[in-house]
């Protein structure tokens, strides 16, 4: 099955932008850049979204 990335909203529109992309299945979210596409995340969403909230804590 190939999986549908989704690039980010934030990203430039132009095809030589690097990028984050993101794919789901049924247990994890995958995140891989858009320069280096064979280099996979995965994680399940519960603790990336542990991971975002830490990251966005420590960001004020």
Not at 5 to 30: M, P
């Amino acid at each position: 099955m190939t999986a549908a990335w989704q690039k980010s909203s934030v990203s430039g529109s132009g095809d030589g932008n690097a990028c984050v992309e993101l794919s789901s299945t049924d247990s994890h979210i995958r995140l891989r850049e858009s320069d280096e596409p064979s280099v996979e995340l995965a994680a399940a969403p519960e603790a990336l979204a542990q991971l975002l909230l830490a990251i966005k804590k420590s960001e004020r």
